[in-house]
C-alpha cells in the first residue's frame, strides 16, 4: 500500500510528489511513467516566472533548473490586425527544453525521496482502501499526471473535453540568428483565428518555433500547420516538426473524487488565451500533492484549494477567449500594451500567471479600441 501513486511524471507530476513529500516528508510516494527519462515532450518550452516561483517554494534549485538557457526579458507581439506591440516583461522568463526541465524536476522529485517506476498505466478502479493501479497496485490516493490523453481521466469516468475546447500545435528547433537572443516573438494571424505562431530563443543559439490553432471541425494536417508556421515565420528553418493537442481550460473536466486526483493537462489545465500550461501544472500538482499528504478528503481540499488559487483567473481568460473570437479585440489589446506598460503587465499575467484585469482596464481599451478605428478609417 503507497501512500500516493502518481501517474505520469511531467511538471505536474514531479511537483505533485516534491509537495506531497515536502508535507509529510515520510510518506510512500510511487511516481509512474511509461517513458524513461530523460524524454522529449512537444512544448514551446516557455517557462513563465509564475511557474518558477511555484517550484522555488518547494525548495527547488532554481539555478540548476534553467541552466544552459538565458533569461527572456522582451517579448513581441502582433496582433491579427498587424499591429505590434514590444515591450520588456516585468520579470524574465525562461526557455528550457523539455528533455532537460522535466528531467531536471523528476530527479529533484527522486533526491526528495519518491520511488520513480516505468510503467504505462491502463487501469484505474476505486477500493474501499483506496484505489487500485492496473489491478496491482494499491495506492491510499492516485494523482492523475498522466497529460492530454489521461488515462486516469478516462478511467474516472471525468467527463471528455468539449467541442472547441483542444488545440492542436507543431513545434521544432530551429537556428535563432534571426531573432534577438533575449525577446520572444508572438505572431497571430487572422487566418483560422484564434490561431499564432511563436519563436522562443533558448540560448543555445536554437530557438523552439512553432505553430498552433484551436480544433475547430476535423483536424488539421501536419503539412497544414508546417505550412501556417512557414508563412507566419518565413525565416525559421526548423528541423523535424512535431505536433500534439492542447486541452484548454475551458473544457476544464472536474479535477476530482474520493481519493483520486486530476492535475496539469490531465485536468486541462492549459490556458486558452496563450497556450501556457506549466504554470498551471506545477500549481495544481503542488495543491494536489499537499491535498494528497495532508487533507482528510484529498479531493475535497484540492478543489477548494485550486478555486480559491485560480477561480476567478480561469472564469476570466474563459470569458476573455470567448470574447477573443472576434481578433479585432487582440488588435485593441496590442495597441492598449503598446501604449501603456501597467497594460502590457497586466495582459501578460493573464496569459503566462493567474493575473486578472480588473474594471480599470476597460477605459484603456475604450481609448485604444477608439484610436485604432480612427487609424483604420
Ligand atoms: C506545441 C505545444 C507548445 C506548448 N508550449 C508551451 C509553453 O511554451 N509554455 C507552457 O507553459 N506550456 C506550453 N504547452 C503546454 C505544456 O506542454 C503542458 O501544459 C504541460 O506539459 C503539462 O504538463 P503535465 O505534467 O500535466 O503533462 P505532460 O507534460 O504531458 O506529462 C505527462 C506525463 O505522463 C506520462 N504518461 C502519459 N500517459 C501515461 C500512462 N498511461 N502511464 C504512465 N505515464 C503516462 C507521459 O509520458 C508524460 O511524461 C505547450 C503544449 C504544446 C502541445
Known amino acids: 500500500m503507497w501512500d500516493l501513486i502518481i501517474v505520469g511524471a511531467g511538471p505536474a507530476g514531479s511537483t505533485a510528489a516534491l509537495s506531497a513529500l515536502r508535507s509529510d516528508p515520510r510518506a510512500s510516494v510511487l511516481l509512474l511513467d511509461a ?101 496491482d497496485l494499491q495506492g491510499r490516493t492516485v494523482i492523475g499526471a498522466d497529460g492530454c490523453e489521461s488515462v486516469v481521466r478516462r478511467e474516472s469516468a471525468a467527463r471528455a473535453a468539449p467541442p472547441g475546447t483542444l488545440a492542436i500545435a507543431v513545434r521544432g528547433y530551429a537556428p535563432a540568428h534571426p531573432w534577438p537572443a533575449n525577446e520572444q516573438l508572438l505572431a497571430m494571424t487572422r487566418i483560422r483565428w484564434p490561431a499564432y505562431a511563436w519563436a522562443f530563443p533558448i540560448g543555445n543559439g536554437m530557438a523552439n518555433v512553432g505553430y498552433g490553432e484551436l480544433l475547430q471541425g476535423p483536424p488539421p494536417t501536419r503539412e497544414h500547420l508546417a505550412r501556417r508556421l512557414h508563412e507566419l515565420l518565413p525565416r525559421a528553418e526548423p528541423g523535424p516538426l512535431r505536433g500534439h493537442r492542447l486541452p484548454l481550460s475551458t473544457g476544464r473536466p472536474d479535477v476530482g473524487h474520493g481519493r483520486l486526483l486530476l492535475v496539469g493537462d490531465a485536468a486541462s489545465l492549459i490556458n486558452p488565451l496563450t497556450g501556457e500550461g506549466i504554470y498551471y501544472a506545477v500549481l495544481s500538482g503542488a495543491l494536489a500533492g499537499r491535498a494528497a499528504a495532508l487533507a482528510p478528503d484529498p479531493a475535497c481540499s484540492y478543489r477548494h484549494w485550486l478555486r480559491n488559487a485560480l477561480g476567478s483567473h480561469l472564469r476570466q481568460t474563459d470569458l476573455i477567449a470567448r470574447l477573443g473570437r472576434w481578433p479585432i479585440l487582440l488588435d485593441i489589446g496590442a495597441v492598449a500594451a503598446r501604449e501603456r506598460q501597467p497594460i502590457f503587465d497586466k495582459l501578460i499575467d493573464l496569459g503566462l500567471g493567474d493575473g486578472k484585469i480588473g474594471p480599470a482596464i476597460v477605459p484603456a481599451f475604450l481609448k485604444s479600441g477608439l484610436r485604432l478605428t480612427t487609424t483604420l478609417r
Open 35 to 135: 517513458a524513461a527519462f530523460p524524454r522529449d515532450k512537444v512544448c514551446g518550452d516557455g517557462v513563465a516566472p509564475h511557474a518558477l516561483d511555484v517550484l522555488r517554494e518547494l525548495g527547488i534549485d532554481l539555478e540548476l533548473l534553467v541552466a544552459g538557457t538565458r533569461p527572456i526579458t522582451r517579448l513581441r507581439m502582433r496582433s491579427p490586425g498587424g499591429v505590434v506591440a514590444s515591450r520588456a516583461f516585468a520579470r524574465p522568463a525562461h526557455v528550457v527544453p523539455r528533455e532537460l526541465f522535466d528531467d531536471r524536476l523528476v530527479r529533484a522529485a527522486v533526491a526528495a525521496g519518491a520511488v520513480l517506476q516505468r510503467r504505462r498505466v491502463r487501469t484505474i478502479q476505486q477500493t474501499p482502501r483506496g484505489v487500485l493501479v492496473d489491478g
